[in-house]
Structure formats: structure tokens, C-alpha cells
């Protein structure tokens, strides 16, 4: 992202979620700008995509701009967040491995929250907690985290499990 938004400078707005939407649309509706792209980030949401693209097209100031959508969201990442869905829909606790810092982690486990009613974001195995009254685990684990550690999360639930 941080590329895109030097690449447009001034005439760039970035909606991180719903809240930001407004802002956009009143920064585009002032500048006079007659075309609009919406790009997504490679690792955002689907859902909050769509949800976004639908407001800004949806919405009356801006009938009369021209808005392209191109959705960068990468297949891995879409096949991913499904995977999330399907898996947190079926357990008791939920765990997604990644760094606190990773974007598309920190989706897995907005979207694990929707469907599930305890799900734990760690980075380590040793920050899994509270299995005691879980009958069925599910996982997952943000595109860039390492396999080791992905490993030692798997070895340590079978241990407890």
C-alpha cells in the first residue's frame, strides 16, 4: 500500500474499514476528479472489499464519477480466508498463527471471530491457553508465518489434544 499511495500522492484516499468510507467519499466529491480506481490491498478482506465497492458505487454524490475496481486480493489469500470461514463455523476454539503484524493474519482472525466463539491469535505455541473445555480445534496460519512454527503449534495441540 505504502507504494500505491506515493505513486498517487495527494489524490489517494486509504479506507483501512467501514469508518473510513465517508471520508473517502467527501475527499473525492471535493476534489472534482471525474475517474476513481479502487484497488485492494493484495492480503484485505473480501467481504470488507465488496462491502466498500458497493457503498462508493452505491453512493448519490459520486453517480457521475467514473469507477474502476480492480481486486488485487490474491487467490491464496481468497482460498485462505474461505478455508478460515468454513473451519471456524465447525469448532469450539479457533487458532490463527501469525504475526501480530501481519495484515492478512490479522483477517483470519477478524473473520474467525464471526463465526467462532473463542479463537486465539498467537505467534508461538507456547501462547496457547484455556483448552481445557474444548472439544474441537481448528487452525490456521497467516501466509508468511514460518512452517516450524506452524509445526510446533501442531505438535503442541496433539499433546494436549
Partial sequence: ???????????????????S???????LTTSNKQKVLIISQTTYSI???????????????????????????????????????????????MIIVGGKNSSNSNKLYELSKRYCNNVQFIETEQEITNLEKTKKVGLMAGASTPQEIITKVVEKLEKIC
Fill in 1 to 19: 500500500m505504502e507504494g500505491t499511495v506515493s505513486f498517487c500522492g495527494k489524490y489517494c484516499s486509504v479506507i483501512e474499514d467501514e469508518n
Fill in 21 to 27: 468510507i465517508e471520508t473517502a467519499i467527501t475527499d
Fill in 47 to 93: 467481504e470488507k472489499f465488496q462491502l466498500i465497492v458497493d457503498k462508493i458505487k452505491n453512493n448519490e454524490n459520486l453517480k457521475n464519477i467514473n469507477i474502476n475496481v480492480i481486486n488485487t486480493i490474491c487467490s491464496a489469500t481468497k482460498q485462505r480466508q474461505e478455508e478460515t470461514e468454513k473451519i471456524a463455523k465447525q469448532v469450539d476454539t
